[in-house]
């Protein structure tokens, strides 16, 4: 096992934000993210990506997140190629990315639209999703009803929807489009792209497709994300060799005799991998909070939990998940908010 540290450190912020309120205290939150940082551990025991990312967060925190080329050039200085020589495949390691092809949904996601299982309909034909290649992530419908997956930036008609209260309409768009643009277009012009909750009306939308022609649904998929939630988009894959090019391949390993460029390989393959710890640090951040209403007690624990809630929220949207964890510092007289003093404003 071999350790390397990153120079910044983690934060374990005790914050406060509010809810009902006008936040004064948006940079800070800017700087939460700017300050986790990351240790990596390569870990040189041959394991399946599950046993990897298993092993990662009962020893450290997760497999490891790659943010930039800084920290691909620090991994590439870390390993040892000569412990990396197996049966076959040598030199690959697990990372913390993954396809999740199991994430299908709508892109009308209000709840109250589906009841029960309608949300999870599918009508997917023989052999389909197959992910082809690894690269398809948007649903269609063929003409005979049959749903397929493919890759969003085919050009595909349309069928939207127009929800009126309890109606539902489908309307039929003779403007190839991505899916991308498709759902834009939808949503600018009626409801959304088209939800189907069941096979009635999956006979509906079949009445309005033209012969011979699949159209884009409202049905998409993630797709490849971090094991710890993480938002990073930084992706650094093995282009010239195609990569990501597997249908069955959804795990990502770094190749460290390709410079540590990824590759998506079968997650049963078992090989080293990567973990990653974050050094604890706490830190108190003070945050003035202006009252939109000078009846709201900031100290009433209803109120205090929809400011934790909120705040929690702020940071998972700024990418900063599973390394944050957040607490109430409360003062000698047991509140955690106290009215600031006019002096104190002229002053600050």
């Known amino acids: 096992l071999y350790s390397h540290r990153v120079k910044e450190t983690k934060v374990e912020h005790k914050t406060m934000e509010k809810v009902l309120l006008i936040i004064t205290a948006a940079a800070g939150l800017c700087a939460v993210s700017s300050l986790t940082a990351r240790q990596y ?21 997760d497999l490891a997140t790659i943010d930039n080329m800084e920290d691909v050039n620090l991994l590439n200085s870390m390993v040892d190629l000569s412990k990396m020589i197996y049966t076959e495949y040598s030199y690959l390691a697990w990372i913390g990315l ?8 709508w892109s009308l996601s209000d709840r109250s639209f589906y009841t029960q299982e309608e949300a999870e309909f599918r009508n997917w034909a023989s052999g389909e999703p197959d992910n082809y290649r ?4 948007c649903g269609q419908m063929k003409d005979d009803g049959e749903w397929t997956d493919t890759g969003c930036e085919s050009l595909r008609t349309a069928v939207c929807m127009d929800v009126r209260g309890s109606n539902v309409t489908f309307v039929f768009i003779n403007n190839p489009m991505t899916w991308t643009e498709a759902q834009s277009y939808c949503r600018t012009h009626h409801t959304d792209l088209a939800s189907v909750r069941n096979m009635e009306e999956n006979q509906r939308v079949t009445e309005v497709i033209p012969s011979g ?12 994300k971090w094991s710890d939630g ?8 093995n282009e010239a060799a195609g990569e990501p090019n597997g249908a069955k391949e959804n795990c ?13 390989r079968n997650c ?12 604890v640090s706490k830190k108190v951040v003070r945050v003035r909070l202006v009252k939109k209403s000078s009846s ?7 109120v205090m939990e929809d400011i934790f809630r909120q705040l929690k929220q702020k940071l998972k949207d700024k990418g900063v998940n599973r390394d944050v964890k957040l607490s109430w510092k409360k003062q000698s007289d047991g509140k955690v908010f106290h009215k600031e003093k006019e002096t104190e404003k002229k002053t600050t």
């Open 252 to 264: 990502a390993a770094a190749d460290f005799k390709s410079s540590g460029k990824w590759e998506d």
């Open 134 to 137: 690894g690269r398809e992530h």
């Open 230 to 237: 993480s938002n990073s988009s930084f992706r650094y894959w």
């Open 296 to 302: 709201l007690d900031l100290n009433d624990p209803a």
């Open 41 to 61: 551990h390569v870990v040189y025991e041959l394991k399946n990506m599950t046993e990897a990312q298993s092993y990662c967060r009962e020893k450290y925190t």
């Open 98 to 105: 993954y396809d999740d092809v199991n994430s299908w949904r």
């Open 213 to 224: 022609q699949s159209v884009w649904i409202g049905l998409f998929r993630d797709s490849w």
């Open 268 to 279: 049963d393959q078992r090989r080293a991998f990567i973990c990653y710890s974050v050094p």
